[in-house]
């Protein structure tokens, strides 16, 4: 069975740094774009960042520059490394990736993690 399974997450304080990973787990194919959404209490889901199976990677304004997506293939694993975080940042990020679980199926599906937890508070 294919899974995302994120970690990472916890409190840290306004200006803190914090290292997301999440890894895809199962007989995988092949992965095409990889991605890290949030969503806030309250709040619509959104996208923070993606990256393809080129390495290219886009970022939503809100995150630019303090934000660096990246994955290893090898490992199966995208990251998150999120710095100078604010209060705003709050929210549950969840993982999404893009997979090709079998042979015979050259069509990639969406899959979801369960989310990790993070809070910048003081």
């Known amino acids: ?33 990889m991605r890290w959404y949030r969503q806030a209490a309250g709040k619509q ?6 990256i393809n199976s080129r390495r290219t990677t886009d970022y939503a304004d809100s995150v630019k520059g303090r934000v660096t997506i990246s994955r290893d293939n090898n490992k199966n694993m ?3 490394q999120m710095g100078s975080l604010k ?3 709050t929210a549950v990020y969840y993982c999404n990736a893009d997979l090709r679980t079998t042979y015979s199926d050259w069509n990639y599906k969406t899959y979801w993690g369960q989310g990790t937890q993070v809070t910048v508070s003081s």
């Open 1 to 33: 069975q294919v899974q995302l399974g994120e970690s990472g997450g916890g409190l840290v304080q306004p200006g803190g740094s914090l290292r997301l990973s999440c890894t895809a787990s199962g007989t995988i194919i092949a992965i095409n774009a």
């Open 45 to 50: 889901r959104e996208l923070v960042a993606s």
């Open 78 to 80: 995208v990251y998150l």
């Open 87 to 89: 209060p705003e940042d």
